[in-house]
């Protein structure tokens, strides 16, 4: 459990807690508009480059989670000790003109490097708003707090996928990437100079004065051990990593699977296609924000068993969603999964901070996204691209639908995991 002195002034919220958040909301949005325009515009750029399903997923999987993952331990490490809000206005900036570089490549290599970057500078972007969030929002209004947070990537990939369609289909896919990033630079800017850095540990219940204050500097190696050594904390980051394994696996190549096998168009992907991320992922973090809060009221395991139980009700849904013979079914299908893939985010999010002490707080959230996205982000689009490449070679005239449906059984390990997490948690409530 998270420990720490506090004065009894400490215990107060930060002031503009709705602004603070809704820049960091913003901001979130950016990070993964930027992040998803690949997967969005991956058949123009597919065109225009002449690139594979496999380049197509080691770009947009294994080599920006490369960056993505291991700079966000030394740049967490950094955040714990400095300015969280700086080290996030900086890492936007890179980002986005990295986004810029994007929209500008002329080749594979170009790209590459180029989405490379956007995942050096995206790896200052969650970490340090995961625990600017946590001391701005008690316990028992966190996990509303972040499922608020979670709302980027629904909003960002909605807004992508209707601004990025749209605005390829009339101008080209170079334009939406040059247009975004420049919006990512001045939102760098106004995060620098309107959000205010919070006190750490502010809103946590006081805790015994035998242990560490929350001024004091975690050591990085020591927070590294404890995070790998805490069965608690790596169950909820491979239980994470499973579902992310499907998540992005699929999120990556759904565009390009409507289009290529259910017959859509930039057009219908730029209204339909949105609004399904918008309703189903964005009503999904909402909706879980709330239920985790209620469950973890009763016992801690709710933050374990709302994501196995929704993964659950998304595994068949989603076998019906690859397997659909028209779009119009496919998005219906699709609004049900997005609406339960995601319950395992604002879980596991809240339950790692809460399980660590303040001063552990940024390089904490930066190890559970190294292990959730390394396996998710860096592995999952990797895996489909490149079975998608080896059923066609293998005479396979729906390649992409059959990788897809290789997603399934990690469905299976998360909810396994999952379980597993909340006997642990219930073990340990019944010890306390």
């Known amino acids: 459990m998270l420990a720490g002195t506090l004065s009894p002034s400490a215990t107060k919220p930060a002031a503009r807690p709705g602004f603070v958040l809704g820049m960091l909301c913003f901001v979130y949005v950016l990070n993964f508009l930027d992040r998803q325009l690949l997967s969005i515009l991956a058949k123009p750029i597919q065109d225009a480059l002449k690139i594979t399903d496999g380049q197509l997923g080691l770009i947009s999987g294994l080599y920006f989670a490369m960056f993505y993952c291991f700079i966000a331990i030394p740049v967490g490490w ?82 992508g996928v209707a601004f990025g369609a749209a605005i390829a289909e009339h101008f080209g896919w170079r334009i939406p990437f040059i247009t975004v990033g420049v919006i990512g630079i001045v939102t760098a800017l106004a995060v620098w100079l309107t959000v205010r850095e919070p006190t750490r540990g502010a809103t946590d219940v006081a805790a015994p004065a035998s242990s560490a204050s929350a001024d004091d500097k975690a050591e990085f190696w020591p927070t590294v051990r404890m995070f790998l050594s805490h069965p608690v904390l790596m169950l909820a980051a491979l239980g994470s990593g499973a579902t992310q394994f499907v998540t992005y696996g699929l999120g990556n190549f759904a565009v390009l699977f409507l289009m290529r096998e259910k017959g859509m168009e930039l057009g219908d992907v730029a209204v339909w296609y949105a609004l399904v991320l918008l309703v189903g992922m964005g009503g999904g973090m909402i909706v879980s924000g709330r239920v985790i809060d209620r469950m973890v009221k009763k016992s801690r395991a709710g933050y374990a068993i709302a994501p196995a139980l929704s993964l659950v009700v998304a595994m068949p849904f989603y076998i019906g969603f690859v397997w659909a013979p028209g779009w119009p079914l496919a998005l219906a299908l699709l609004t049900v999964v997005m609406v339960f893939n995601y319950f395992y985010l604002s879980a596991s999010v809240a339950l790692v901070q809460e399980e660590v002490k303040p001063n552990q707080r940024v390089l904490s959230g930066a190890l559970l996204l190294l292990i959730m996205n390394f396996i998710g982000l860096g592995l999952g689009p990797t895996w489909v691209g490149f079975a998608s490449d080896w059923f066609k070679a293998q005479g396979d005239a729906h390649g992409l639908q059959t990788a897809l449906y290789t997603l399934t059984p990690f469905y299976l390990v998360a909810i396994a995991l999952f379980l597993w997490l909340a006997r642990r948690l219930r073990r340990e409530e019944a010890s306390a």
């Open 78 to 159: 950094f955040a714990d000790r400095t300015s969280r809000v700086r080290v996030l206005s900086l890492a936007c900036a890179v980002w986005s003109g990295a986004t810029v570089a994007c929209g500008m490549a002329s080749n594979y290599t170009q790209l590459a490097i180029a989405r490379m970057v956007v995942g050096f500078g995206e790896a200052g972007g969650v970490p340090p708003s995961y625990a600017i969030i946590t001391d701005t929002y008690p316990p028992g209004k966190r996990a509303a707090a972040l499922g608020i947070f979670n709302l980027g990537p629904a909003i960002g990939a909605a807004a």
